[in-house]
Structure formats: C-alpha cells, structure tokens
C-alpha cells in the first residue's frame, strides 16, 4: 500500500484504489455504528454496495435524522471545517 504521506502521483493513488483493500476507519476511535455506515458505503463492488435508500435507514443515519436536511447540511459542514483546522495549511 502507498503511504498518503508521500504524496503518490494520481494514477498511482487510482491504481491503489484498483488494487487495494478499501480503507477501515478504526473502532476505537469512532462508534461501532459510524464504522459500519463508512464500510458499506467504501465497498469497491457496486452490487455489495447498500443502495442510498437504504443507506437513509441505516442505523448511524436514522439517529440524527429530525426530518430537517438543514441540520444535517450544517454538521456536515461543521465536521469538514474542523477537519480542516486540524490538518493545517496544505
């Protein structure tokens, strides 16, 4: 696997997506229920793919589901702007 850290070229970056085993997020650091909802959504297969209508009732999803895609748009963002400050400048 190429290590992100030394800045692969993109057809390399594209040929590990191709080759490797997709990414799994680490369950100590996220709930069990993220963890799941991320692994359906990175698999490489379309048809072991969760289809997005099912993806809307999938437990991590239903759990902050209020009806209103304002709040979920805004947590959304907000997670992206944190990531983004913790990362630094590129």
Known sequence: MVAL???PKPLQLLQCIV???SPV???GEFSEPFVHFITQC???QPKERPAPEELMGHP???QFN???ATVVSMWVCR???ER???QGPP
């Open 5 to 7: 850290e030394t800045h």
């Open 19 to 21: 080759d490797e085993d």
């Open 25 to 27: 997020l680490p369950l």
């Open 42 to 44: 990175m698999r490489k």
């Open 60 to 62: 991590f999803i239903v």
């Open 66 to 68: 209020d009806g209103n």
């Open 79 to 81: 997670a992206l702007e």
């Open 84 to 86: 983004r400050s913790q």
